[in-house]
């Protein structure tokens, strides 16, 4: 693997090969970025695009401040917020609440067998209950527990403090147990 430093010096020398290694490594985590953010597989196309179009734009002034993909991943996620913005006015819920959700009904979730975990009901219902959060719950939970990044390269992205990251994600991991509780909550109980 090329370090970062490398990777860097050949995309300002615009080689096509350094692009397209990024382009691999980034493509499929912005664009999943962007679809939970926009509920919009079109619009999260065009995410993508114009974030590769940026980065082609203006890699001669990366400072290197943060890494590649966490300079993309800001790219893209303020693209997507500009696109969610024009399409509609958003309330923030997280704003509005000022303390954690508390679910009415809890779920020993290690006491279910596996093969309801992974059923694909079960999977199907999970996918909504992601995308039914709220926008800044869902970009949190996508950076952070679909694609492992840390606390902080969350907070970087996002233009938010760690602690914040720390609140959305826990906020968007007790909302989703409410969601999901109740269909569980059979299985446990056998």
């Not at 039914?132 to 969350?154: G, I, K, M, N």
Request: a negative charge; proline letters at 3%; glycine letters at 4%.
């Amino acid at each position: 693997m090329v370090d970062e430093t490398q990777l860097i010096e050949a995309l300002q020398r615009r080689d096509q090969a350094a692009l397209s290694t990024v382009f691999e490594q980034y493509a499929n985590k912005i664009y999943r970025l962007a679809a939970g953010i926009l509920q919009d597989d079109q619009q999260a196309d065009g995410v993508v695009q114009d974030t590769f179009l940026k980065l082609i734009e203006h890699v001669d002034s990366f400072e290197g401040r943060s890494s590649i993909g966490t300079w993309l991943y800001r790219v893209a996620y303020n693209e997507a917020n500009g696109r969610l913005r024009k399409s509609k006015p958003q309330v923030n819920m997280d704003e509005l609440l000022d303390e954690d959700l508390i679910p009415a009904c809890l779920v020993d979730w290690e006491a279910l067998p596996e093969q309801v975990m992974g059923s694909s009901e079960a999977l199907a219902l999970m996918q909504q209950a992601i995308q039914d959060l709220s926008p800044s719950l869902r970009a949190v939970f996508q950076l952070r527990d679909v694609d492992e990044l840390s606390t902080q390269e969350t907070a970087d992205i996002l233009g938010i403090k760690p602690s914040a990251v720390k609140v959305r994600l826990h906020r968007a991991r007790l909302a989703l147990r409410e969601r999901l509780a109740t269909y569980f909550e059979e299985y446990t109980s056998v």
